[in-house]
């Protein structure tokens, strides 16, 4: 990568947590270790990571409950969160994505595909930086600001606290306000080519992302069968 980037790996298991670190080996980034959602979320705020690499099943609470308090912590709530787990069923998927994880794996995984993942998601990061993203404009559509540049989004000029996911759904909505946008489409720009996303799991971050609009949530509107579209409210 361009630039140093840390990543902060969850796992009970120490041979997990070594997989995670033996991928991301080639591409320089800074690995720390946390056994336990507690203990992770502590490290977290005492060293910020880019991104966050946790199995599902934690020892002392639910990964869904770690991932939770990921999100509702100002200083994470942007740091994204790429779930590993093994027997995962698509609920789990969902759920998962729900609470506002940004990709799922399956265990055992290879290393270049872990590898793969961090890398789309870092990429899509550096693109985000004020150097990278100042030629984009901000984009305002009825009550819904977006800002690329600063990676902002605001409803009514309130802040919106958003994952790095939704912000790239919300930002691909604005840029073509009032047309409406394929779950392909979406699935196709939003995401890593490698990545097995469903149908479904665009429905769960449109659906986060809509409740997170508040007074504007009437203006993502869903098109039966094809999509959505950013309406001007």
């Known amino acids: 990568m361009e630039q140093s980037h840390t ?21 320089g980034l800074r690995v720390l270790e946390g056994e336990g959602g507690e203990t992770a979320l502590k490290l977290a705020l005492e060293h910020p990571p880019d991104l966050i690499v946790s199995d599902l099943s934690l020892p002392d609470i639910s990964g869904l409950g770690f991932f939770r308090m990921v999100r509702e912590t ?5 740091v994204p969160i790429v779930v590993v787990a093994e027997q995962a069923s698509e609920i789990d998927r969902i759920l998962a994505f729900e609470v506002g994880v940004d990709d ?32 984009q404009a901000a984009l305002t559509v009825g009550d ?27 930002r691909l909505l604005a840029e073509r306000a009032g047309v409406v946008l394929s779950r392909e489409d979406l699935i196709r720009e939003a995401w890593d080519e490698d990545a097995a996303i469903t149908q479904r799991v665009v429905d769960a971050h449109v659906k986060t992302l809509r409740r997170k609009l508040g007074a504007a949530r009437e203006q993502l509107e869903t098109v039966r069968g094809i999509g959505y579209r950013l309406a001007e409210g």
């Open 104 to 135: 799922f794996l399956a265990k055992p995984f290879f290393p270049r595909e872990l590898e793969s993942r961090v890398k789309a998601i870092l990429r899509r990061l550096n693109a985000s930086t004020p150097r990278m993203a100042s030629a």
């Open 74 to 78: 100002p200083a994470l709530a942007d």
């Open 144 to 170: 819904v600001r977006v800002d690329p540049a600063a990676r902002v989004a605001t409803v009514g000029g309130e802040a919106v606290h958003l994952t790095p996911k939704e912000f790239t759904i919300l």
């Open 7 to 27: 990543v902060l790996a969850v796992d009970s298991d120490a041979s997990g947590r070594e997989a995670i670190r033996a991928s991301l080996a080639g591409i």
